[in-house]
């Protein structure tokens, strides 16, 4: 089986690619902008091939499909920052969408039948019509950053592509995933990075955060991959499904939670800078058709992946 991981380098793609080699009988492609193995992904070589190319490049990536000539590709790569999709909205686009449509014109161009697994996002839906609201994947798209309107645009896209000119897309709706490995651009890994380098002596004991009022639902990045495995397996082409936990946490809770793994007494500072601008509800997910049509079902609590991701973050030195 020959497969493709566009941002297989990435925080999803890494645990991804682990997973799918895990499996056997594959053989195993990452394309990134820069072919370049983070130090975590190390224990891969030579199993995976890095491959660089520019996603934007439709002729680019045409000539890597017709060489490596996949039966599936798993497109995670793309532009994540939420926050500073505001200052860079060009960048966001062209990230999301740009590089999303130059694939899907590759793989027409070149005539193959991948099947494809698209990840977008679950800020698709943007904010619920009430703190109770369920959102399955029914409900209206309404992003409310450039982030979040990319992906929208990249998700219908594919809908598109699979009905004509009719490639085998999946489309993957993934919350907030988290766990070791993830930049600590994003809350939950700053926070243990932070907690870890006070541990050390290398902080005073004071934690700097964004907003802890919002509520997120959190699944850890080993069972989101887990997820995108089934739905390449039994997911509908065309379809779409949410990825997520169900449960929403706040993320004063998420640090409590952290903070009381590591016994540590702490000052929390809120800092304007680390503020969205805008700070999205966040509705209870319903991922039931994600269950029901593929058997998933998230195997690690919040306080094993916390705690996996403070590990990883003892193990640095920053």
């Not at 193959?112 to 800020?123: E, N, V």
């Not at 069972?223 to 949410?242: H, I």
């Given at each position: 089986m020959r497969i493709v991981v566009t941002g297989g380098t990435g925080f999803a793609g890494g645990w991804l690619a682990e997973a799918l080699l895990a499996r056997g009988g594959v053989e195993l492609f990452s394309l990134s902008r820069r072919a370049v193995r983070p130090p975590e992904s190390a224990d891969m070589a030579p199993q995976m091939s890095l491959l660089a190319c520019d996603l934007c490049d439709s002729d680019a990536v045409e000539a890597v499909l017709r060489d490596i000539r996949p039966q599936q590709i798993y497109h995670l790569a793309g532009y994540a920052q939420v926050g500073k999709s505001f200052d860079e909205p060009d960048v966001a686009?062209?990230?999301?969408?740009?590089?999303?449509?130059?694939?899907?014109?590759?793989?027409?161009?070149?005539?193959?039948?991948?099947?494809?697994?698209?990840?977008?996002?679950?800020?698709?839906?943007?904010?619920?019509?009430?703190?109770?609201?369920?959102?399955?994947?029914?409900?209206?798209?309404?992003?409310n950053s450039p982030y979040a309107a990319s992906k929208a645009a990249a998700d219908l896209l594919s809908y598109q592509t699979a009905v004509n000119p009719g490639l085998d897309i999946v489309r993957a709706r993934p919350f907030n995933h988290i766990g070791p490995r993830q930049s600590s651009q994003f809350a939950v890994a700053n926070f243990a990075r932070q907690a870890a380098a006070i541990e050390r002596g290398e902080l005073p004991p004071v934690l700097e955060t964004g907003n802890l009022g919002s509520r997120r639902d959190m699944t850890d990045v080993r069972?989101?991959?887990?997820?995108?495995?089934?739905?390449?397996?039994?997911?509908?082409?065309?379809?779409?499904?949410?990825v997520g936990s169900g449960q929403n946490v706040a993320m004063q809770t998420v640090l409590d939670r952290l903070l009381a793994l590591t016994g540590l007494k702490v000052e929390v500072r809120q800092r304007a800078e680390l503020m969205r601008v805008v700070d999205q509800a966040v509705a209870r997910v319903d991922a039931s058709k994600l269950r029901r049509e593929t058997g998933w079902a998230p195997k690690f609590s919040l306080d094993q992946t916390l705690l996996d991701t403070l590990d990883y973050w003892r193990s640095r030195q920053e």
């Open positions: 686009w062209s990230g999301n969408l740009t590089a999303t449509r130059a694939l899907y014109e590759a793989a027409v161009r070149w005539g193959g039948r991948p099947r494809i697994l698209f990840a977008g996002s679950g800020l698709v839906y943007g904010d619920p019509d009430g703190p109770d609201q369920s959102q399955d994947e029914g409900c209206l798209l309404r992003p069972d989101t991959v887990a997820a995108y495995v089934l739905l390449m397996q039994k997911g509908r082409s065309g379809e779409a499904y949410n």
